[in-house]
């Protein structure tokens, strides 16, 4: 069964930026692309880097370590070496607050 949870507020995540966090369960990406909020897993499938420490692009997230990047809306790799898709979660805004559905 899913649920929301609080992630964090609206401006710690401003337009560009990435900003990885850990629930009890999960290591989540959260990416403002152009005002939208995206969701995924935190960790690159393909190396275990930390996501939050890469790059935000209009083709999506780019992973610091070996520079494949992953689409935000289906967490599907861009180009190699990751083959592997990242999981990704829905998002809501309620009073400057992000939550993520997992």
């Known amino acids: 069964m899913s649920q929301w949870i609080k992630a964090c507020d ?3 995540v401003k337009e560009g930026q990435l900003f990885g966090f850990q629930t009890n ?7 403002n692309q152009k005002g939208n909020i995206f969701a995924t897993d935190l960790i ?4 275990d880097a930390d996501l939050s420490t890469g790059f ?9 370590l070996h520079l494949s990047v992953f689409n935000l809306k289906d967490g599907k790799p ?4 990751a083959e592997t898709p990242l999981k990704t979660y829905n998002t809501k805004i309620e ?8």
Request: with cysteine; charged share 25%.
């Open 78 to 81: 861009q180009n190699l070496p």
């Open 44 to 47: 690159c499938t393909h190396a």
């Open 25 to 31: 369960e999960k290591k989540i990406l959260l990416a």
């Open 95 to 102: 009073q400057n607050k992000i939550y993520v559905e997992i």
């Open 56 to 64: 935000l692009s209009e083709e999506g997230v780019r992973c610091p």
């Open 10 to 12: 609206l401006d710690q």
